[in-house]
C-alpha cells in the first residue's frame, strides 16, 4: 500500500522485528534437513501464488523475512499477474510452446 503526496511516495509496511533469512544465513549455517525444509515451503508458497496465476519474480534470502509466528515472503511489488492463463484455459506448458 502506497500515499502519493505531491511529489513523495510513501510505502508503507509491517514492522519487521526478527530480521530476513540474508541476516539469518550470515549468522548461522543451514543443516541439511533445514535446508530442504525452507525451500520446500518456499516452493509451497510459489505453488500457491502461481495457482492464483501470480508470478513472484523478486525471490532472493532479504525478502524471506522472519515473524514472530512464522516467517512470510514480502515485496510483491515485482509480482505479475497472468490473467491470460485462466481465459484460455490451456495448460502452460501449450502456452509457452514448451513439449
Not at 503526496?5 to 533445514?34: A, P, Q, R
Not at 510459489?46 to 525478502?63: A, F, G, H, M, S
Request: with cysteine.
Amino acid at each position: 500500500m502506497y500515499y502519493k503526496i505531491i511529489k513523495n511516495i510513501y510505502i508503507i509496511t509491517e514492522l519487521i522485528v526478527c530480521g530476513d533469512f540474508f541476516d539469518y544465513l550470515t549468522i548461522h549455517t543451514l543443516s541439511e534437513m533445514d535446508a530442504m525444509f525452507y525451500t520446500v515451503n518456499i516452493i509451497l508458497i510459489l505453488e500457491y501464488l502461481y495457482n492464483q496465476d501470480i508470478v513472484y519474480r523478486d525471490l532472493k534470502p532479504e525478502n524471506i523475512v522472519f515473524m514472530e509466528n512464522g516467517y512470510k515472503i514480502n515485496r510483491f511489488w515485482f509480482c505479475q499477474v497472468f490473467e491470460i492463463w485462466r481465459k484460455n484455459q490451456k495448460p502452460y506448458k501449450e502456452l509457452l510452446n514448451i513439449y
